[in-house]
Structure formats: structure tokens, C-alpha cells
């Protein structure tokens, strides 16, 4: 069988991100949102701040591929724009967030710190990726696509250690199984478009990048001068 030479469906990808939603609610069910019906959310500014503006994200990951397939491309292009007060305003979330978690010996914190940054680099790729291309639709739609898996990580994580660790508090296995289910995502997009002549570096790119940062994660890498980075964010004055 030869392999197909179809391009991935961008224009439906909104649909697809409808899941994620699904997945972000589900996965932040128990720690977040059922919180404010048993009266039990005593949640920091900083978590508000940043559930509005993921939330928000993901509502545009999910307009943007609909409005092109709907030939809305005016009000398409104007989300487009909007997204450049609203990035930098969910890296700030991200930043007062992490900010505001870290605790425990110094020694920990560049570990610990890690965890959001390492989405944070992620994110900064896609994104990038999709703005720099934006006139290149091949290109400007797998940036966005990954600007969207990344947020599979966090939610998916939680969901499998609620349903399947409920009293682990966290379990190796499910932060591995949530590894290699954006993996198994990643290999199987590069698979797809294997034989596509624009872009298709993309998702190859991003495999590698989570290869990196997942390696400094579990294998406890040394990074130099995050340690010390990391050191000096936690003294800042943020939150």
C-alpha cells in the first residue's frame, strides 16, 4: 500500500480541540472546578488568572480552523490579532502561577520549576512556529496545532491519576502513560504526513523538544545555570 500523500485536515482541527476542552474540564474537575459546588475552592488569584486565559486559548484554537472552513477569514484574521495581547498574558499567568506554587528545599526548585517551563518553551515554539509562518497556511496551522498539544500534558496527567490512582497522590506509571500518549500523537501526525513536501518539520521538532525536556525531568539532568536561575525567580518579589 502506498503511503498517502494527504495533507492533515487543518480546517477541522477545531473540532478536535472541542476535545481537548473536554479533556481540560475533566482533567481539572476534581482539583478545580468541582471545588466551587462543594464549597471547598480556596483558590489564589493566580489560579483564576490563569484557568480564564487557557480557557480562552482554547476556545480560539477551537474558532480559528472553523471560521476558515466557514470563509470567515475577516473576523478569523481579528481573533489572529487578539492572540497578541492574549499569549503574553498566559506566559504571565504561567510565570505568577509557578511562582506562587513554588515551595520546599532549594535544592528542589529548579526541578519543580521545571515542570510549567518546560510547557512554557513548548508553547513559546508552536506559537512562534504559527506567527512567523502566518501567511504559510501549511505551516502557520501545525504551529497552532502544537500550541494545543501542549496543553494535553497537564490535563491528561491529572485525569489518569484521578481515575486510576485515586489515592497515589501521583503515580510514575500515569505521568509515563501521558508521556507516551503525546508521543504516540506526535509520531502518529509525523507518520500521517510523512510524504508532504511543506512544514512537515514541525512536528518532528516538537517530538524532539519533549524528548529534551522530559529527559531533564525524569532522569534529573543538570541543566546549566537553571539551577541558579530557578533559585533566583523564587526570590523574586512576584506573588
Do not use: C
Not at 93 to 105: D, M, Q, R, V
Amino acid at each position: 500500500m502506498k503511503p498517502s500523500k494527504r495533507a492533515l485536515p487543518f480546517d477541522s482541527s477545531g473540532y478536535y480541540f472541542l476535545g481537548l476542552l473536554a479533556l481540560a474540564i475533566a482533567g481539572f474537575w476534581p482539583s478545580y472546578f468541582a471545588k466551587f459546588f462543594d464549597g471547598t475552592a480556596d483558590f489564589s488569584f493566580y489560579f483564576h488568572f490563569h484557568v480564564f486565559f487557557a480557557v480562552l486559548w482554547i476556545a480560539m484554537l477551537i474558532a480559528q480552523p472553523i471560521l476558515i472552513r466557514q470563509k470567515k477569514f475577516e473576523l478569523h484574521r481579528k481573533i489572529g490579532k487578539l492572540s497578541y495581547f492574549v499569549v503574553p498574558l498566559i506566559f504571565i499567568s504561567i510565570i505568577l502561577l509557578a511562582h506562587s506554587t513554588l515551595k520546599g528545599p532549594k535544592e528542589n526548585v529548579g526541578l519543580e520549576l521545571w515542570i510549567p517551563f518546560k510547557d512554557l518553551l513548548i508553547f513559546a515554539v508552536g506559537y512562534g512556529i504559527a506567527i512567523r509562518y502566518r501567511k504559510a497556511m501549511a505551516i502557520h496551522a501545525r504551529g497552532m496545532i502544537v500550541a494545543g498539544i501542549v496543553l494535553i500534558e497537564p490535563a491528561l496527567v491529572r485525569l489518569i491519576l484521578y481515575l486510576f490512582f485515586p489515592d497515589a497522590g501521583f503515580a510514575p506509571e500515569g505521568y509515563m502513560g501521558t508521556i507516551l500518549t503525546v508521543y504516540a500523537l506526535l509520531i502518529g501526525l509525523i507518520v500521517y504526513e510523512r510524504k508532504q513536501k511543506v512544514g512537515r518539520w514541525v512536528f518532528p521538532l516538537t517530538l524532539g523538544l519533549y524528548l529534551f525536556v522530559h529527559s531533564v525531568l525524569i532522569f534529573q539532568i543538570r541543566v546549566p545555570g537553571w539551577q541558579a536561575f530557578a533559585a533566583w525567580f523564587a526570590d523574586l518579589p512576584l506573588t
